[in-house]
């Protein structure tokens, strides 16, 4: 059975039309992500904050109108060039304002950085359009866990003071797919699930 990772439906509504390629952590990462997300959760409360469903890595995104075959055309492509990846947890950490995101930073190593850039450069030379504003080279690798974008500022400063004392434990995992995240008619559903499968000799450069 699919487990989205978005199930607001207000989140859903804004997301509408979108595609997005994510990587979705297993067992000890996705645990960590689960810790932090209830611990905010408690804390907030009653307020105005959405939270994603699942834990994710959002590696790139295509704006509303993007044909999905040709998204799967080229994610099948690519993901035969990438071997599987490693994802270690860093910190808590918050994107600020307008953002205002809480986010479980995922440590950058050169084999995901690789990995993004080479697909963003992909779906640039087909044209593709990007929903996310941030560069590669700039780009800060996370699982989102408390969307607080309509918090007030007092409420929000309140938020990062309580992250800055939120610690997470060492955690690792090995992630050997990737997905394609499709947001159609008020719902999430799974575009495809493409084996990340290049090896040592057939590594993209």
Known sequence: MYRPFVDDPNHLALLEGQRYVALRPAGPVSAVH???????????????VSYPAQ?????TGFPKGTDLESVRALVGQW?????RLQLEVERVGVFPAP????????????ELFDALASLRESARQRKFGDVLTTPAADWIFHMSVAYCASLSASAWADVMRFVEKVGVPAAQCSVSDV????????REHCGGVF????????RHE
Do not use: Y
């Not at 084996?195 to 057939?202: F, I, R, Y």
């Open 34 to 48: 689960e810790q932090v997300r209830a611990s905010v959760k408690e804390r907030l409360a009653g307020l105005p």
């Open 55 to 59: 834990a994710h890595v959002t590696l």
């Open 79 to 83: 993901a035969r060039t990438i071997p």
């Open 99 to 110: 953002f205002q995101i809480v986010i479980v930073q995922v440590r950058k190593t050169a």
């Open 179 to 186: 997905e394609i995240v499709a947001f159609d008619n008020g």
């Open 195 to 202: 084996a990340l499968s290049a090896t040592g000799g057939d």
